[in-house]
Nanobody
Framework: QVQLVESGGGAVQAGDSLRLSCAAS????????MAWFRQAPGKEREFVAS????????YYADFVKGRFTISRDNAKNTVYLQMNGLKPEDTAVYYC????????????????WGQGTQVTVSS
């Protein structure tokens, strides 16, 4: 059974850091493009970051460049999102996504999704 399970979310203050993890089971992420998206209350789900099969290529939304870092450990079948300098506008549910064929900023691209982890940033 394919699963993506996010963890590491929580409630923090502005300027703090969090590290999200996405643990995969039922498939090997080494052959998948991986990405993080987020969805704030009342808003559409939006792209945050993506990473290629071996981690050699990463792509970020403009609003997280310089603050967030996506990485992967294929041996652990896990993808990470290091979030530094958190702002109240980063408050959202963060989702992990995977696709074997391509990387994209669009949600329909991705075949597998996790259930999300809540990140709340207070000022």
């Amino acid at each position: 059974q394919v699963q993506l399970v996010e963890s590491g979310g929580g409630a923090v203050q502005a300027g703090d850091s969090l590290r999200l993890s996405c643990a995969a089971s039922g498939f090997r992420i080494s052959l998948y493009y991986m990405a993080w998206f987020r969805q704030a209350p009342g808003k559409e789900r939006e792209f945050v970051a993506s990473i290629s099969w071996r981690g050699g290529s990463t792509y970020y939304a403009d609003f997280v460049k310089g603050r967030f870092t996506i990485s992967r450990d294929n041996a652990k079948n896990t993808v990470y999102l290091q979030m530094n300098g958190l702002k109240p506008e980063d408050t959202a549910v963060y989702y992990c996504a995977a696709d074997p064929d391509r990387s994209s900023i669009y949600t329909p691209t991705y075949r597998y999704w996790g259930q999300g982890t809540q990140v709340t940033v207070s000022s």
